[in-house]
């Protein structure tokens, strides 16, 4: 799988946007781009996905740069529900892959 | 709609022991795959399992060993324990191979 690489840690503060990005500039043409994102005692959870076009949906919102080298996880108006680690993760459904594979994602804090 | 659920919460064994974990996958997912996540790392990938046969596995040894039942719910067995096998076990529920996974609450593991 193609390699992501991600802030280890980012602040925001409450009711504001935060902009999570996550580079993979050695993205193949069929990978899509997943974004979870694992709250505190839980497992992860499914926030958002791409190809080429930007995404949105009740969640977050999902940039994609033109060259499909980057990309950014918009939350566009954080709480304090929103803290958690933040997983960019590339998958190509017609890979013989399985998994989705983890990297160290981003630890989002949100600041009252 | 249930979601993915995971028994028991936590767990506390000795070396050398032997562990069953079990995972209810959400009503129409007929795979599941199960990570170990250690603590302040992402998940790592265990195996997946579609329709009762295994369809994929990480570089873990076969004393981890899993089964796949009718209904789609799914175990996850581990001979041997040692003591690095300490961690949160999570499995995650997909309605075919490719799609988004969907994550339970995972079961935490001490071997003591």
């Known amino acids: 799988d193609a390699k992501t690489t991600q802030p280890n840690s980012m602040e925001s503060n409450e009711e504001e946007p935060v902009h999570l990005p996550c580079n993979h500039s050695t993205i193949s043409g069929t990978d899509y781009i997943h974004w979870y994102r694992q709250l505190p005692s839980q497992g992860p959870e499914y926030v958002i996905h791409g190809l080429t076009s930007n995404v949105n949906n009740r969640m977050a919102s999902l940039a994609i740069a033109e060259d499909r080298k980057s990309s950014t996880l918009i939350l566009h108006r954080a709480t304090l529900r929103d803290a958690a680690v933040y997983y960019c993760i590339l998958r190509d459904p017609s890979g013989s892959a399985r998994q989705l594979t983890f990297g160290s994602g981003t630890q989002l804090t949100v600041l009252p | 709609e249930t979601g993915v659920t995971q028994s028991p919460t936590h767990l506390i064994k000795t070396r050398g022991q032997q562990v069953t974990l079990r995972c209810s996958s959400q009503?129409?997912?007929?795979?599941v795959s199960w990570y170990q996540q250690a603590l302040g790392q992402g998940p790592q990938f265990i195996f997946q399992?579609?329709?009762?046969?295994?369809?994929g596995r990480g570089n873990f040894p076969p004393r981890f060993s899993g089964l796949q039942f009718p209904n789609y719910s799914s175990e996850l067995n581990v001979n041997a324990l040692e003591l690095d096998d300490s961690a949160l076990y999570l499995c995650a529920s997909s309605p075919d191979i490719q799609e988004t996974q969907y994550f339970g609450p995972g079961t935490r593991l001490l071997v003591l």
């Open positions: 399992y579609y329709r009762e046969e295994e369809n």
């Open positions: 009503s129409g997912h007929n795979t």
